[in-house]
C-alpha cells in the first residue's frame, strides 16, 4: 500500500522560505514520477510542480518558476520542494503526489503553508 507523508509546511513571512519534504512508502521510489500540488481555501487543487524518476526534468507552474524547486533523493525515498521568496498567495494546503508523468494517482495527507504580511 502507497502511503506519502508530508513535512515541513509552517508559516512564514512574505519573503521567507520553507521546505517541504515528502516520504514515499509502499513501492518502489524510483520508477514514479512525483510531484506537488497545492490547494488554497475556496480553490481548486492546482499543480505546483513536478519531476521525474530521476531527476533528469522538471516541470513548474509559471506562478512558482524562479522561486520553487523540486528536488527527490531516490536513496532516501524522499522528494523536496524548496520554496524561496514566498508570497501571499502561496498560502495552500501542499499536496505530494507520486504517479507518471501526466497523471499522479496516489496523494498525501497535505501540510499547511501560510504565509503572512
Known amino acids: 500500500q502507497v502511503q506519502l507523508v508530508e513535512s515541513g509546511g509552517g508559516l512564514v513571512q512574505a519573503g521567507g522560505s520553507l521546505r517541504l519534504s515528502c516520504a514515499a512508502f509502499g513501492r518502489t521510489f524510483s520508477r514514479y514520477t512525483m510531484g506537488w500540488f497545492r490547494q488554497a481555501p475556496g480553490k481548486e487543487r492546482e499543480f505546483v510542480a513536478a519531476i521525474t524518476t530521476t531527476g533528469g526534468n522538471t516541470k513548474y507552474a509559471d506562478s512558482v518558476k524562479g522561486r520553487f524547486t523540486i528536488s527527490r533523493d531516490n536513496a532516501k525515498n524522499t522528494v523536496y520542494l524548496q520554496m524561496n521568496s514566498l508570497k501571499l498567495e502561496d498560502t495552500a494546503v501542499y499536496y505530494c503526489?507520486?504517479?507518471?508523468?501526466?497523471?499522479?494517482?496516489?496523494w498525501g495527507q497535505g501540510t499547511q503553508v501560510t504565509v503572512s504580511s
Open positions: 503526489g507520486q504517479g507518471t508523468w501526466y497523471q499522479l494517482n496516489y
